[in-house]
């Protein structure tokens, strides 16, 4: 099993920046990949960015250049950086946890970020 706790969420006004975490904790495997994923009200869950364990990162069109994902393998955390934030980012985020070898995967309880002014 794999807990994740995120942190960082909140009102942030246009233009301004957030950063999120998300630590995980259990048993966790050397080959894994963590992520971030968010939905707005009335859309379906979507992704935003990717990291693996060896470092290899994706990111989703509309985050390239103003959101970077990171990680500290040896805190188990992920990162995500967000700059430049616009209304349509407004949604909750959530941090995603997937063991390459099985592809189980664990979700976090999800992070309210409210861009308005």
């Known amino acids: 099993q794999v807990q994740l706790v995120e942190s960082g969420g909140g009102l942030v006004q246009p233009g301004g920046s957030l950063r999120l975490s998300c630590a995980a904790s259990?048993?966790?495997?050397?080959?894994?990949?963590m992520g971030w994923y968010r939905q707005a009200p009335g859309k379906q869950r979507e992704l935003v960015a990717i990291?693996?364990?060896?470092?290899?990162?994706n990111h989703a069109e509309f985050a390239k250049g103003r959101f970077t994902i990171s990680r500290d393998n040896a805190k188990h955390t992920v990162y995500l950086q967000m700059n430049s934030l616009r209304s349509e980012d407004t949604a909750v985020y959530y941090c995603?946890?997937?063991?390459?070898?099985?592809?189980?995967?664990?979700w976090g309880q999800g992070t309210q970020v409210t861009v308005s002014s």
């Open positions: 995603n946890f997937r063991m390459v070898v099985v592809g189980t995967t664990y």
């Open positions: 990291i693996t364990s060896s470092g290899t990162t």
């Open positions: 259990g048993v966790i495997p050397s080959l894994n990949a």
